[in-house]
Structure formats: structure tokens, C-alpha cells
């Protein structure tokens, strides 16, 4: 069965470092998110790409956070500088155009500690 | 703004008994509602769909509700099984977004033997 894959699955870095993380989605699924999880809340969306176009990035921090989808197939997602706050998980989710778009296949997340 | 309320308690109950979780929304009358289970550590996985004009859905001993009028989903869980403990997500699609959804905090089930 076909899944997100995610690199990598944990990540320690110190504050003010640069970090990136990688996602595959599913192979033909046009829509990317990424979404960061703090312990003990749901997925908060940062980030949604239709192929290689930027759909919403409302609650992605710009001064810090880039993403980006070159030939609309994998993602990167990069913080720099990491802060402290940054701390959470980070999942890739993906899924397919028309009407049975919606439902969401997330990959395994990278779990992010900034010290 | 847009709310979405789960039971941030945990949910405790005994094998083969039924499991009961509530999503409730506030602001908001979404076209659909998407319930998720998320195991520690891992990404949340899909269960079920459940759309505005469905009042009931079904998926082996899955079921949700959906009342548009009380604006709020119930799911079940019938003769739960340990292996069915983990946090249970509600998801809802944002007004104006493609696919964009708002997800509740969880809600965590444990089943005991």
C-alpha cells in the first residue's frame, strides 16, 4: 500500500540552528500539506501546496519557516533559525484531486526537539 | 472564529463495551466532518467521512453521527477491543479552503482487558 514517507522520523538540533525536513506524499496525489502538532493538541496546518503552487500558508511563520514544492511532487519544509517553541512534530499529509479528495494520508511525522 | 470541542479527558472503558466520542463546533456549518486515529508517536490515519445531508455512517464497528442542528458528531466504537486504544481526532473542513482542515485536540481512548 502506497504511503507518505517522511526524513527525518527524529531531529535534535540547538536553537538558532537550521533544520529541514523532507516528504514524498503518495505518487498522483496533487495536494501536500504540512501541519505541526504540539503534545496533546491536533494538527494545526502550515502549509498546502496544489502541485507546485503555494494554496494557503495563513499560519506558516515567514520569518523563519520556507517551504517549498519545486516539481510538484516532494516538499521541503525549513526552519531557520529554530527557537525553543519550535519544539512539536511535524507531519506531510497528502491527498488526490476531485471528489474523493478529501480524505487526508499523513506519513509518520518528524519529531523536532530544539534545545 | 471557528471552534471545534473534544473531550480532552481520557476515556476509559472495558473490552467489548462501547466507546462513545464527541466532537462539538462552534461558528461553523461545514460541508462534512472527518473523524482520524492517531497512535503515540505516529501521523493520524483516515476512518470516516461523514457528509452534511448523512445523519449516519457506518464502517464494521465504526459508526458516527452527524447533527447539523446540534452541531456536533458522535462516534462509536462497538465491541471495543484494546488494540482500538488511541486518540481519536475530529476534523473539519475551513470555510473558503480547499480541503483545509481544523482538527480538534483528540480525544484519548484506553480499553482495558
Not at chain 1, 529541514?20 to 494538527?43: E, N, V
Not at chain 2, 457528509?51 to 452527524?66: A, D, G, I, M, Q
Not at chain 2, 462509536?76 to 480538534?104: M, R, V
Amino acid at each position: 500500500e502506497a504511503e507518505v514517507a517522511q526524513s527525518p522520523r527524529y531531529k535534535i538540533t540547538e536553537k538558532s540552528q537550521a533544520v529541514a525536513f523532507w516528504c514524498d506524499p503518495i505518487s498522483g496525489h496533487a495536494t501536500l500539506y504540512w501541519y505541526r502538532q504540539i503534545l496533546g493538541q491536533g494538527p494545526e496546518l502550515l502549509v498546502q501546496f496544489q502541485d507546485e503552487s503555494v494554496v494557503d500558508d495563513s499560519q506558516l511563520p515567514k520569518d523563519r519557516f520556507s517551504a517549498e514544492r519545486l516539481k510538484g511532487v516532494d516538499s521541503t519544509l525549513k526552519i531557520q533559525p529554530a527557537e525553543l517553541g519550535d519544539s512539536a512534530m511535524y507531519l506531510c499529509a497528502s491527498s488526490s484531486t476531485g471528489t474523493a479528495s478529501y480524505e487526508q494520508y499523513f506519513g509518520p511525522g518528524t519529531r523536532l526537539t530544539v534545545t | 472564529s471557528q471552534k471545534i470541542e473534544q473531550n480532552s479527558e481520557a476515556l476509559n472503558i472495558q473490552e467489548g463495551k462501547t466507546a462513545t466520542l464527541t466532537c462539538n463546533y462552534t461558528n461553523y456549518s461545514p460541508a462534512y466532518l472527518q473523524w482520524y486515529r492517531q497512535d503515540p508517536g505516529r501521523g493520524p490515519v483516515f476512518l470516516l467521512l461523514i457528509r452534511e445531508n448523512e445523519k449516519e455512517k457506518r464502517k464494521e464497528r465504526l459508526k458516527v453521527t452527524f447533527d447539523t442542528t446540534l452541531k456536533q458528531s458522535l462516534f462509536h466504537i462497538t465491541a471495543s477491543q484494546p488494540a482500538d486504544s488511541a486518540t481519536y481526532l475530529c476534523a473539519l473542513p475551513l470555510s473558503g479552503g480547499y480541503n483545509k482542515l481544523i482538527f480538534g485536540a483528540g480525544t484519548r481512548l484506553a480499553v482495558h482487558p
